[in-house]
């Protein structure tokens, strides 16, 4: 099933999606935008456990990713690899190194051709372009349990000579409850046109209640901005509300609900398999995709902001007080058990998503006419359809396309058309039972990496 509570998770400040930009592997959506596609979330572990995992998998380690930087001669193209990850049973540390070898390619290509025939460059002229610093990152984090249900993660990175980012989370859970504080300098949003944005300082607290048998969930939460957001790459763009200097409050519920209009249950004894050599464990390359069914789900909810100080800054553009409902409903048909060699798994979710309720009843009012700017330029009055479609390609490897599909017409333009899009290949691992690793690429921003990613649905 398409992750539904993005719906309410969305308006919030802690939300993560994978972004190879940073060594850390994510970047937070900027709240209060559409929602953010379910391929472009970022996997629940952190990206030094992840690398501790793919490098047994490449060769010397090395884990490639591809990301566009404001540097054109740096290229897009790195390379990044764990060096140290010393662990005892309550703490860990690892240290992330990248490279972007094309500027070193390109100098050291160039100081060759820059000699004559009869001069050959020295050792020292070619190792000063292993020095320069602009090609290489270094990130390191560390992370302690408190208690057995607190712990903290520290995390710090450099790259090249821009300035250093560090960050901090504070996580605790209650029975029913997980607190986390998090506080980055700077911290790194993207919103839904793929513009990244840095702000100097962001702290947030965030209450989240686990979701109740009933289907209700809550969640609270207080955030603050200091300094004024910069783009990371050169844009005339304004930069999102939402992002601006300000302290602020937000509360928001959500209750969702599920039906199978049919479902094929996942037995015991369909986890083993019958040979001529006997009985052997057999379940599915992924325990979430192992039962064929066809359902449809649905969440409903509100939230409402409040932000303190905010009125002298950007009085135009955010309001003190702001309450509004939201919603999405999703189609979910499955075919196969992800058991077989091939064939054996097609998958498709279909999740309309009304992220403003009253940003589209403005549009519904206004008619959509011409003359209605306000309502035309508000990318939270379209209702937005997200598909996802699963094909499985040979045993454990799943073709996946993630697409966004806005509902209103562009200037000039007439019908829906395609806003984001996301391809990816998954490598299911069945030890893991619901874990994949998963190499990715989106268009939109030009940007891929390979993930670890664990328990998606």
């Keep these: ?44 572990a952190l990206r030094i456990q992840q690398l501790s995992l793919l490098r047994n998998g490449f060769p010397l380690g090395i884990i490639p990713s591809f990301s566009p930087t404001a540097r054109k001669d740096l290229g897009s193209f790195s390379l990044q690899s764990l060096f140290l990850r010393p662990a005892i049973s309550k703490w860990w540390l690892g240290v992330i190194g990248q490279i ?61 000579e821009e300035e250093r980012r560090h960050k901090m989370m504070l996580f605790h859970k209650f029975p029913n409850h997980d607190v986390i504080l998090e506080a980055a300098w700077p911290q790194l949003f993207i919103d839904h046109k793929g513009q990244y944005w840095n702000v100097p300082e962001s702290i947030s607290l965030d209450l989240l209640s686990l979701v109740s048998e009933s289907g209700f969930r809550y969640r609270l939460g207080m955030h603050r901005n200091s300094g004024h957001p910069q783009a990371l790459d050169s844009t005339n763009a304004d930069a999102p509300a939402a992002l601006m200097p300000g302290f602020g409050a937000k509360a928001a519920f959500s209750y969702e609900k599920s039906r199978d209009f049919w479902r094929q249950k996942q037995r015991q004894q369909d986890m083993y398999e019958k040979t001529n050599q006997g009985i052997f464990w057999w379940p599915p390359y992924d325990v979430c995709l192992g039962e064929p069914h066809s359902a449809i789900s649905g969440i409903i909810g509100g939230n409402c902001t409040m932000w303190f100080d905010s009125s002298n800054i950007a009085p135009k553009k955010r309001s003190p007080f702001g309450a509004d409902l939201f919603g999405s409903v999703c189609y979910t048909f499955q075919h196969g058990k992800f058991k077989e060699l091939y064939g054996d798994l097609t998958r498709v979710d279909a999740r309309l998503d009304i992220c403003s309720a009253s940003a589209f009843a403005k549009r519904l009012i206004n008619g959509i006419r011409r003359s209605s700017v306000n309502s035309a330029e508000d990318p939270m009055s379209s209702p937005r359809l997200n598909l996802i479609f699963q094909q499985q390609v040979a045993g454990p490897i799943v073709f996946r396309v993630d697409s966004r599909i806005s509902l209103a017409s562009l200037p000039g333009n007439h019908g829906p058309h395609i806003e984001d899009s996301i391809f990816s290949l998954n490598y299911s691992l069945r ?23 664990l328990f998606e649905f």
């Design 1 to 44: 099933m398409a992750n539904l509570r993005t719906a309410m998770d969305s308006a919030f400040w802690d939300l993560e999606v994978a972004s190879p930009r940073l060594l850390e592997g994510t970047a937070k959506a900027v709240p209060g935008e559409p929602l953010p596609m379910d391929g472009a979330r970022a996997s629940k």
């Design 100 to 160: 972007r070898p094309k500027k070193l390619i390109s100098n050291i290509k160039a100081e060759f051709l820059s000699n004559d025939d009869s001069e050959f460059p020295t050792f020292n002229d070619v190792a000063k372009h292993f020095l320069d610093k602009s090609i290489y990152s270094l990130g390191l984090c560390t992370q302690f349990s408190l208690t057995p249900s607190s712990s903290i993660k520290l995390s710090t990175e450099g790259h090249g």
């Design 431 to 453: 030890l893991l039972k619901s874990g994949k690793v998963v190499a990715w690429y989106s268009p939109k921003r030009k940007e891929g990496m390979i993930e670890l990613r």
